[in-house]
């Protein structure tokens, strides 16, 4: 039986739970498992065209601010290119929404999954939002027939702590495209590409340019690094809204040599393996498909305390600060990880077969979706 899956996220750029669904869509078996993708952004993303070229649609329904004139798009997208077996959103708390007319248009299988751990970022805000947030939850406890999160602290952030025991939840681990992390990788070779010596120290970071990633403190603790090895160099892949902010910062910090910005990468385990220690100090995270990745380079990672301990895929690479410490605490850190780094092999090894190699995901997700009804 071939299960219709409309996928509602926010839009198809380079973020983690896209570049996951991506994969998954790679992977999956179109005798099985068909998948299109419903985004709320009129702009193209990164991978629509390859999505197209895959053989599934992007469907724009835009103004998610606009409820009404957004109701009418979703139904107009499901009658023209549905039916759809499965509506799996995406999109946190609006979900809730989605999910309320998925079941209105006769949808018999609703999933809302959690992709990340707002809990802090929602304390202290105002009464509007406060009361958005509850209509959200109700119309998840009613509408969605099955409940998954990347991780059981993102599972509680968005459906509370009942979750826990609810029998509509699961877990589902990203998965990381392991036959990318076995090829070969050159770092001499990246290095020069780059511009990177073969003895700099370099630190590495992938992650939007958005408060969350926090790279504000990620400078930090490059400049204080700058001041106890001469050779230090921090890579930073990714774009977003604080860019122009954070090049800025950089500049008053005197570290505008020392930051090599690539933006928005395809290559980035080749990337990665020009890289000695990955830094990770996230003010919130939900299971960050950067540091499942960097492991699966073999490299020690640095992270703060506020990502949950289910991204430490491999202990022996995962070295954990918290972000009260300061700049030199995580320098410490720092060097104190960087001998452990493993090779390749032996990391795609430690996670091959487990809940982080994409490999066995597509299957999961099927079966999922065969039991999420109502």
């Not at 996220?9 to 994969?23: C, D, I, K, S």
């Not at 104190?336 to 795609?348: D, G, K, T």
Request: with cysteine; hydrophobic share 45%; net charge positive.
């Amino acid at each position: 039986m071939t299960m219709r899956v409309l996928h509602v996220v926010g839009r198809m750029n380079a973020g983690g739970v896209e570049t996951w669904l991506l994969r998954v869509l790679r992977r999956a078996d179109r005798g099985q498992l068909e998948m299109d993708f419903l985004v709320h952004d009129e702009r193209p993303g990164l991978y629509d065209d390859e999505i197209r070229r895959l053989g599934s649609a992007v469907l724009r329904c835009p103004y998610p601010r606009r409820p009404w004139r957004f109701a009418r798009s979703f139904r107009r997208a499901l009658r023209e290119h549905g039916p759809y077996d499965v509506i799996h959103s995406h999109v946190h708390h609006y979900s809730g929404y989605v999910l309320k007319l998925a079941r209105s248009e006769g949808v018999a299988r609703r999933i809302a999954h959690s992709h990340n751990d707002r809990a802090a970022a929602e304390s202290g805000v105002s009464l509007g939002r406060r009361a958005y947030l509850a209509i959200s939850r109700h119309w998840l406890r009613r509408h969605a027939t099955a409940r998954l999160a990347c991780s059981r602290s993102a599972g509680v952030s968005l459906f509370g702590r009942p979750w826990l025991t609810d029998s509509r939840a699961r877990v589902v681990h990203y998965g990381v495209d392991l036959a990318e992390f076995a090829a070969p990788a050159d770092g001499a070779a990246v290095r020069k590409e780059l511009g990177l010596a073969p003895d700099d120290f370099v630190l590495g970071h992938v992650g939007r340019y958005c408060p969350q990633k926090n790279h504000r403190f990620l400078l930090d603790i490059a400049a204080e690094a700058a001041r106890r090895e001469p050779r230090i160099r921090l890579l930073l892949l990714g774009e977003g809204p604080l860019r122009a902010e954070i090049d800025a910062q950089a500049r008053v910090l005197g570290l505008g040599d020392r930051v090599t910005a690539l933006g928005v990468r395809r290559d980035v385990p080749r990337v990665l393996a020009a890289v000695d220690v990955f830094v990770f100090p996230s003010l919130w995270e939900g299971l960050p498909l950067a540091v499942l990745e960097a492991q699966a380079a073999g490299l020690p990672c640095v992270v703060s305390d506020r990502v949950t301990a289910e991204a430490d895929a491999i202990r022996s690479l995962v070295y954990r600060r918290s972000l009260d410490q300061d700049a030199a605490a995580w320098v410490d850190a720092i060097r104190e990880a960087r001998p452990a780094r493993m090779p390749r092999q032996q990391a795609v090894a430690a996670l091959a077969g487990s809940t982080f190699d994409l490999e066995r995901t597509p299957r999961v997700l099927w079966e999922i979706y065969g039991a999420a009804c109502c």
